[in-house]
């Protein structure tokens, strides 16, 4: 799994998660659960993640809607 984008917005990870639903890409959210150590304020950033062999077709689909990339 290759890390696609890191934020602390739920709601560009929601978006984002549904863009790649849209192409047949799956992804996987992780540190989801960590607003329990933080206390649901929001600092602790959300990764969202893709398989190897889909990771181009990701990030085209994340460039081409305006949507920060991790470039790694």
């Known amino acids: 799994m290759k890390e ?3 934020t602390s917005d739920p709601t560009i990870v ?3 998660t549904a863009l790649l639903s849209g192409e047949d890409i799956e992804c996987f959210e992780m540190d989801v659960h960590m607003s ?3 206390g649901s304020i929001g600092i602790l ?6 398989r190897d ?3 181009f077709r990701a990030r085209t689909v994340m460039r081409d ?3 920060e990339i991790v470039d790694r």
């Open 14 to 16: 929601a978006f984002a």
């Open 65 to 67: 809607n305006d949507i």
């Open 36 to 38: 329990v150590l933080e």
């Open 45 to 50: 950033p959300r990764r969202l993640m893709v």
């Open 53 to 55: 062999g889909d990771l």
């Open 4 to 6: 696609l984008i890191r």
